[in-house]
């Protein structure tokens, strides 16, 4: 089993940053792949990043160039850092991680309000 404990949400002002952070603990030698997904009121889950454990980063579209993603692999920790927000952005967000069977471990979520 994986356990997943996000932070960094908040409220700020479009155009602000954010860093959200998210550290596993549990069957962590399992895991291959992490990332974070966001899912807005009356919207479709979607993935926002995602990193492999050899460092292989995916971004959606609509936010190439604004948000990165990265883990400290000591820490067992996965970081969004999230630039250049906007209004569209806001959403709860998910971290998650899959582990080498394909199985899903996701954490409870933490909200991300821009304000415009």
């Known amino acids: 089993q994986v356990q997943l404990v996000e932070s960094g949400g908040g409220l700020v002002q479009a155009g602000g940053s954010l860093r959200l952070s998210c550290a596993a603990s549990g069957s962590i030698f399992s895991i291959n792949a992490m990332g974070w997904s966001r899912q807005a009121p009356g919207k479709q889950r979607e993935l926002v990043a995602a990193?492999?454990?050899?460092?292989?980063?995916n971004y959606a579209d609509s936010v190439k160039g604004r948000f990165t993603i990265s883990r400290d692999n000591a820490k067992n920790t996965v970081y969004l850092q999230m630039n250049s927000l906007a209004p569209e952005d806001t959403a709860l967000y998910y971290c998650?991680?899959?582990?080498?069977?394909?199985?899903?471990?996701w954490g409870q979520g933490t909200q991300v309000t821009v304000s415009s």
């Open positions: 998650y991680a899959r582990n080498v069977l394909g199985y899903t471990h």
């Open positions: 990193i492999t454990s050899g460092g292989t980063t």
